[in-house]
C-alpha cells in the first residue's frame, strides 16, 4: 500500500520511537478504558436503580385528586362576571374511587405507548397478631398483571404469586411484617382496615425488596378482598396504574392520559424528583472524572509530540527548504497524534471492555443487588474512541502549528 | 533574456537585532542559465544571506528577485514552497539527510510531495541519480550509517531528483576531505555542462572557485567583482 508522502513521514516518525509512541498511546488508552468503566458502571447502576424504582411505583398512576372548593357555583348562582372570594376553602367530601374504573382500564389500554395497565384497592390498614399492631398499606390488586408491571417474583423469598390466585383471602407480606409480627407461611394475620372492616387473611407469601420501608409496610391482596376490607362493591377502584414504552416520556403521556380520562395523572418524575436529581449528580461526577482523564491523557500527547518537534526541528527546516509547505508539516505532525489517538482508542476499547467484565463479577450481595451492576452498551465505545480521538487532536494541533512555523533560514544557518 | 535562470534588482537586506544592520547594499546580478556560480568572499560579508534570498527561503529583504523569468518577490509561502520543490535543489555544508528513512527514500521525499510521477517512477528515478552519484550500493542503509562522503552525494541526488533548473550549494564541500571535494566539484560541473543547470554555490575554498565558470566576490555586504 503506497501512502501519501505525509503520511509515510509521520508513520516512520512514530515508528522509528515506538517507545515514546507507545507511553503516548498509553495514556490514551488508560483514558479511553476508565471512560468505558466508568460509563458502563454508571448505566449499570442508573438502570439497576431505575429499575429498582420502578419496581415499586409505576411511571404513571391515575387517582382521584381530592379537589378543594371553588366558586364555580358561585358563578352559577349570580350569573355575572363579579370577583368571588371563597373565605377559607374546605376539601370536597367527595367518592374516593374511580368511576367506571373497568372501563377507563379499557381505553387506557388502547393508548399507544402502553404496556401495561392495572387497577388497584389501596387500603390503609393495621394488621394484627396477639397483642401487636402494626400500621400498613394493603394492595388490592390482579396479582398476574402486578407481577407482570413489576416482577414481583424476583422478590419472592418464600412461596408464589399465583398463591394468590388459589386462595381467595391470601395475602403475599413483606419481610418486614413477618420479622415484626413473628408471622410465617400459611399463618393467619388479621387486617383492620381505617374505615373499621375487618378480615382474616391467610399468608401465602413473603417478599423482601430492597427497601425496607416497603418490606415493614406492603402486602398484597387480591382486589375483591381489599374492596370488602372497605365495605365497597365491586367496581371500587382507587388507582390505575400505567407502564408506558420509555418511561422517560411519562410526563408527556401522563398530560394525555389526564385528558383522556379527566382524573389526575401522576408520573414517576413527579412522585420521584430525588431519582431524576440523582440521575443528574451521577452524570456530573462522571463527565468530571472522564474530563480530567482525557485532559492528562491530552497532555502527555502534547508534551510527546512538542519534544519530538524539538528534536525534529533540523528535520522540519529541510523538509521546508526541499519544498512542503507549512500545512504539509502541520500536516505530518497532526497524523502522527491521530495514530497515536487512535492506536490508543483501539487498545482502550479492548482494555475497557475487560475491566467492565472483570467488574462485573465482583460480589457484593446487598439486598437484591448480587453484582456490581454494569452494562455493556456499543454506544459507549463510539463516544469512548469519538472522545479519544478528539483529545489527541486538540493536544496534537498546537504542537503541530508550532512545526509548521519553523523558519528553516534560521534553523539551518544555525 | 530566456537565458536568465537568476537575476536580483536592488536587493538590501537589513538585521535589527539590536541595532539596525544592513547586511545586503543594493545587490544587483543575474545568473545565465547553465551557468556554475562561486560566490566568494570573507565571512560575515553577506554571501550566505544572499544565497537564502536568492532560494526563497527568506523573504525579509528589499528589492526584486526572479527565477527563470518570473517574479518570486511577494509570492506566498505555498507558493514559494512549491517553487522550491519544483525548481530548486539544496545543497548544504552538513548533509541534512533524515535520519529515521533510508538513504533511498531521503532522495524520493521531496519529489513525492511534488507529485508529479508515480511512486514507482520516483524510485526508478532516485536510484538513477544514486548511481550518477556512484551510492547505489548505499540506498538501503539508514542515512546515519554512511561516511560524511556519502551522506553529500546522497544529499546532493536529493537536490537532484526534481530536475531541478537551479542547484544551490551553501558550502556543500565545506565539510569534506579534499578527495570527496573534487569528487563533488566534477559532479555539480557535469550537471552544468550536460544537463545545463543552473549552480550557485557559497564557498571558502579558492580551488572548488576558480575551476568553476564565474566568481562573484563580495565584501561589506556589496559585490566588488562578477556582476557580469
Known sequence: MRFNVNTEIALTYLSSRKKQTLVAAMGVTFGISMFIFLQSLMKGTNDYFEKSSFSSIPHIRIYNDNKVADFHLLNGYFKDSSVKILDNPKQLQQYQGLINPYGLVKEISKQPDVVAVTPQVTVNAFYNSGSVQLNGIVNGVDILAEDRMFDLTGYMLQGEVRNLLKVDNGIIIGKGIADKLSLHMYDNISITSATGGSKVMRIVGIYATTIKQIDETKSYVNISQAQSLLGKDRSYVTDIKVNIKEYNNAPSRARDLEAITGYKAEDWVQSNAQLKAAFKIRAVILNSVIGVILLVAGFGIYNILNMTIYEKIKEIAILKATGFPGKAVTSIFLQQAIYIGLLGAFTGIIIGFFITLMVSRIYIGAGSLKYLPMSFYIPHYIEAVTFGVLTTIAAGYFPARKAAKVDPVIIIRG | ?228
Open chain 2, 1 to 228: 533574456m530566456e537565458n536568465i535562470a537568476l537575476k536580483s534588482i536592488g536587493i538590501n537586506k537589513y538585521f535589527s537585532d539590536s541595532v539596525k544592520f544592513q547586511a545586503l547594499k543594493n545587490i544587483s546580478f543575474e545568473i545565465s542559465k547553465g551557468e556554475f556560480v562561486s560566490i566568494m568572499g570573507k565571512s560575515g560579508c553577506g554571501k550566505s544571506t544572499l544565497l537564502y534570498i536568492l532560494s526563497t527561503m527568506d523573504t525579509d529583504y528589499e528589492g526584486k528577485l526572479e527565477i527563470n523569468g518570473i517574479e518570486v518577490t511577494g509570492k506566498t509561502q505555498n507558493e514559494l514552497a512549491y517553487i522550491r520543490n519544483s525548481t530548486i535543489g539544496f545543497v548544504f555544508q552538513f548533509h541534512y539527510l533524515l535520519p529515521d528513512f533510508t538513504c533511498l527514500k531521503n532522495v524520493m521525499i521531496p519529489a513525492l510531495k511534488l507529485g508529479k510521477y508515480s511512486y514507482d517512477e520516483v524510485e526508478s528515478k532516485a536510484y538513477e541519480k544514486l548511481k550518477m552519484l556512484g551510492v547505489e550500493e548505499q540506498a538501503l542503509k539508514q542515512a546515519s550509517k554512511l561516511s560524511g562522503g556519502q551522506q553529500q552525494r546522497i544529499a546532493i541526488a536529493r537536490a537532484l531528483i526534481n530536475d531541478p533548473a537551479i542547484i544551490m550549494g551553501d558550502e556543500p564541500t565545506g565539510n569534506l576531505d579534499s578527495k570527496n571535494t573534487s569528487i563533488v566539484f566534477d559532479i555539480l560541473q557535469n550537471l552544468s555542462k550536460e544537463f545545463g543547470q543552473t549552480i550557485v554555490t557559497v564557498t571558502h575554498d579558492d580551488d572548488f572557485a576558480h575551476r568553476s565558470d564565474r566568481i562573484i566576490q563580495m565584501a561589506d555586504g556589496e559585490i566588488t567583482t562578477g556582476h557580469h
